[in-house]
């Protein structure tokens, strides 16, 4: 594969209650100059703020209009709150790119990553590229929360023990795949919530595809700002990565 072979990235966002944040990110999206097409594909996950009149303004506004042509839009509304896994798996089955991308709704990853993030499928080096915050010296990275971090790396290592899959940063937002790596994993998701990165880890192991990590910036938000994630979920992880790597074939 080269960059002939690849010419459309679809941009799986998923979307609930980020109206904040969204026309920024978007914005965002949008501008990042790349040699392929852009599919964005924004799915809300029944969000209860402004969010869902924001993409409903996006979807009748012409691509022409918005002043990026290579840029094309898919807004999926689902019916109610599933589950960050859920809409991105409805985001992969929405998927037509040649490379598939996951992108937060909110500021904590910056699109400008994503030619060092997709160069490595581009040139046939790697099947799956994950973008690591902890691979930059920590300061140029804003961690909110030092027991989050902690726990994060104990799962990590937790991960990394039973997929076989060595990562510095398994619970990153920044996830890409091929299309063909994501067309054989995507049959077996089953996670609605947070379990989905651990899940997509431990088929990437189960699967042999060949996975790579580049460093990428990151700036934390708190739950003031928005984050969703709680201790409810860290604690589900523990067994979302015991039973994706043990007990699902």
Partial sequence: MNEFDCKKLSIIIPVYNEERTLRKLINAVEAVSLPLKKEII?????????????LNQ???????????????????????NMGKGAATKRGFEEAAGDI?????????????????????????????VYGSRFMKPEQKNKIIYKSGYLFSQALNWMSNILSGVKLTDMYTCYKVFSKDSINQIYPHLKSKRFGIDPELTAWIGKLHFKVIEVPISY????????????????????WHIIRFNLFIK
């Fill in 42 to 54: 924004l799915v809300d996950d029944g969000s209860t703020d402004g969010s869902r009149e924001i």
């Fill in 58 to 80: 996006l979807i009748h506004i012409p691509t022409s209009q918005v002043g990026y042509p290579q840029v094309e839009y898919n807004v999926v509304f689902l019916d109610k």
């Fill in 100 to 128: 598939i991308l996951i992108q937060d709704a909110d500021l904590e990853y910056n699109p400008q990553e994503y030619p060092n993030l997709i160069t490595p499928i581009i040139e046939n080096k790697a099947d799956v």
């Fill in 219 to 238: 700036s934390g938000r708190t739950y003031q700002d928005g984050k969703k994630i709680n201790w409810k979920d860290g604690l589900a992880a523990i």
